[in-house]
């Protein structure tokens, strides 16, 4: 028990005769004996006088024995200015320590200390017990590995001190602030988590750039993440909620990559082996290039259009909103299927049929217009062909564009083999019904055609002149992928 008294309390005074052996006063107070000594891991005190640049003495904390602070650490909890400046927030190690007078030597702060600052000594292994994060910033971190470089108070600054750090004090996350790049291969022991800050609106972003290292044991959040990546095991790693920029070519050798409620940049060309995307943000002018393995876009929103080009495995895409064009590079070996709210607006492969299943799946409404400009007489020709299954037709629409040629005697649509199904006949769509813009004619009911099955315009004229002519056709899809071109 340290520093405990207790009053002892006798009701018969001492004896007045000093030849007497006596106890001392009965009813002083008693100073308890100290049995055991605690100093702990951390201590505050008050600067009362400062020598120079590299000593200060606290009486608070003297007694302790010479040399017992030596590898702790002194950090300024309160710069007695009062206005937080340095070196409050600071910490530097403590190389001597001379207990009668409390006095510590240690290495030099920024500014220097000054008399009534308040202080904190601190043991170096308190970290391990607190601290399960390290922390990197490019801009005022410091280069070392000794503690606290690498705590929140003293980020360390450069790659190489970093994993450094990370493999001595076994912490499996990193914060980043600032720009990061890495120099080498990352740890692969254990799963590793490196997050950092995005500001309102994706206006300010800590950024890494993983260059062509392995990082395949990292989840990357809250980043701004460039480059190529080659991962020597072939596994890619996840970013989660980042904003990703350019993935370089490298990344054709890596599969099993997930992005996960990201935002992928405007103008962004991602190389990609195996890739999953999950309830990403693509905003415009995105080209996605993938080899061997399939790429899976599952929920998120095109903003603009999403180029996929030189993929040899298939796609599988389910989005919301914008267009999805193919390149004139583009082969598939494999399969594709569209779902959700896109719509392909090229495909130049050749290769594979791609079916926009949100706009033409079972019981989805839609519209097909066509313009015919063939000759007055031209006979019969192609509207529509109906594709991929059984298609609905519920009307049709004969609209003029102007005044029509002299030449045309009579339009009318049929469809189905050898015509069978007429939609308008030759004295509804005849010439006097046509014959001014915007006149127009209509069909209105219920005819199913099967693939492959089409409708016909039969131009019959006096003369080869050019006619102007629209046909709107509203058609749903009985069967998935069903759809008129």
């Excluded at 024995?65 to 002194?74: C, K, N, S």
């Excluded at 007078?101 to 600052?117: I, K, V």
């Excluded at 790659?159 to 600032?178: H, Q």
């Excluded at 409404?365 to 609905?392: E, M, P, Q, Y």
């Amino acid at each position: 028990m340290v520093g405990i008294r207790h009053e002892f309390i006798s009701e018969k005074d001492d004896s007045e005769d000093e030849t007497l052996i006596r106890p001392s006063d009965w009813n002083a107070a008693h100073v308890g004996v100290e049995s055991s000594v605690d100093y702990g891991l951390s201590f505050e005190g008050t600067i009362t006088t400062y020598t120079d640049t590299t000593h200060f003495a606290s009486t608070a904390l003297a007694g302790k024995g010479d040399g017992y602070f030596i590898g702790y650490y002194v950090y300024v909890v309160w710069d007695s200015g009062g206005a937080g400046a340095a070196p409050q927030g600071e910490w530097r190690l403590i190389s001597g320590y001379t207990s009668a007078t409390g006095t510590f030597a240690h290495t030099a702060f920024s500014t220097p200390l000054a008399e009534g600052d308040k202080v904190l000594i601190q043991h170096p292994n308190i970290d391990t017990l607190a601290i399960d994060t390290i922390y990197y910033d490019s801009v005022s971190g410091v280069a070392g590995t000794a503690w606290p470089i690498g705590t929140p108070l003293m980020p360390v600054n450069n790659y190489a001190d970093l994993k450094t750090i990370v493999t001595a004090r076994k912490v499996s996350k990193v914060n980043v602030t600032g720009h990061l790049t890495f120099t080498s291969n990352w740890l692969t022991d254990k799963n590793y988590i490196f997050e950092g800050q995005i500001g309102l609106n994706n206006t300010s972003y800590s950024t890494v750039n993983l260059s062509t290292y392995n990082v395949s044991c990292i989840i990357f959040k809250y980043l701004y993440i460039t480059a190529g990546i080659n991962l020597g095991d072939g596994t890619g790693p996840t970013l989660e909620k980042c904003i990703v920029g350019n993935l370089g070519q490298d990344c054709l050798n890596d599969s099993n990559f997930q992005i996960i409620d990201s935002l992928i940049d405007a103008g962004a060309d991602l190389y990609l082996n195996c890739a999953t995307f999950i309830n990403c943000i693509f905003l415009d002018g995105i080209t996605i290039y993938a080899q061997s393995e399939h790429v899976y876009i599952l929920g998120g929103y095109l903003e603009g259009t999403l180029h996929i080009g030189n993929c040899e495995g298939g796609i599988v895409l389910n989005t919301h909103n914008g267009e999805i064009e193919i390149t004139d590079e583009f082969e598939y070996y494999g399969e594709a299927y569209i779902y959700g709210d896109s719509k392909i607006i090229d495909s130049a492969s050749g290769r594979v049929t791609i079916y926009d299943y949100f706009t033409h799946k079972a019981g989805k409404v839609a519209t097909f217009t066509k313009n015919i400009t063939s000759a007055a007489n031209a006979g019969d020709v192609t509207i529509a062909t109906v594709k991929n299954g059984t298609c609905l037709i519920k009307s049709v629409v004969l609209r003029s564009n102007g005044a029509t040629t002299a030449d045309l005697t009579s339009a009318a649509i049929y469809g189905g083999a050898s015509k069978v199904i007429t939609f308008l006949d030759d004295t509804e769509a005849a010439k006097a019904n046509i014959d001014a813009i915007d006149e127009q004619v209509s069909w209105t009911g219920a005819v199913t055609l099967k693939a492959d099955k089409t409708i016909v315009i039969d131009l019959e004229g006096t003369g080869d002149t050019a006619v102007d002519l629209d046909i709107d056709i509203e058609y749903e899809a009985i069967t998935d992928a069903a759809y008129l071109t």
